[in-house]
């Protein structure tokens, strides 16, 4: 599922899971040679769609481009599944200035080393439960010649998170074997207009500033 709202001339928002370098190896995933060529770079495998001490569900993101200013503040909200048989914290991917985050509605302490973001649980949780992950955070937007991320070239604001590169403007698992679903909402100006990628039919919004 994806949610847009509508609003710009040429902004293109491309929701991928994915920012680079390429991330350390983690516990559950091998690394496997592909096939077709011998001098392939090593990829990624794993036998379920998460490997890791969580099942990221759902994103629920809301981004606020400030185009004279060159930046973005955003707010991601991850829904949760405990797949470790005790969570105590939550680490995610995100390169991006953290203003706060919180945890079911409340408060929560949070960790940033390198290019993850750790947000303790008030109090840990058992396999199976489920929780929603809230982050408030702002950045930048670059332009020129920029390999990913939210970019804003000639008018036109667009991302790219092949293949470990959202972190750079969207806080979530950034491995793409891990899928959720997902809503978007872009709020700019009512003459600009918001397109994106989707697999099911996009409902579409108008938010007016």
């Not at 190896?25 to 090593?42: K, M, N, T, Y």
């Not at 955003?74 to 949760?80: E, L, Q």
């Not at 840990?124 to 930048?140: K, S």
């Not at 600009?192 to 990628?197: A, D, E, G």
Request: proline share 9%.
């Amino acid at each position: 599922m994806i949610h847009i709202a509508s609003l710009i001339p040429a902004i293109f928002l491309a929701a991928t899971t994915a920012a680079q370098p390429p991330p350390d190896p983690i516990a559950g995933v091998h690394l496997l040679e592909h096939p077709p060529r011998a001098d392939a770079p090593p990829m990624l495998a794993t036998d379920a769609d998460s490997a890791h001490s969580y099942d990221a569900l759902h994103l629920a993101v809301t981004v606020v481009p400030d185009l004279e200013e060159r930046e973005f503040a955003a707010t991601v909200t991850m829904t949760i599944l405990t797949v470790d048989s005790l969570l105590e914290a939550v680490p995610m991917h995100l390169l991006a200035e953290v203003d706060s985050a919180f945890v079911n509605g409340e408060p929560a302490e949070y960790d940033r080393f390198a290019q993850t973001l750790t947000i303790t649980l008030p109090e840990p949780a058992a396999r199976g439960d489920t929780a929603t992950v809230t982050v408030h955070y702002h950045r930048n937007l670059p332009g020129g010649d920029i390999s990913g991320g939210m970019i804003y070239n000639d008018g036109v604001l667009y991302t790219l998170g092949e293949p470990y590169m959202t972190r750079y403007w969207l806080a979530c698992w950034d491995l793409p074997f891990d899928k959720v679903t997902s809503e978007v909402t872009v709020i700019l100006p009512d003459d600009y207009l918001v397109l994106s990628n989707r697999s099911r039919p996009l409902s579409l919004s108008l938010i007016h500033i």
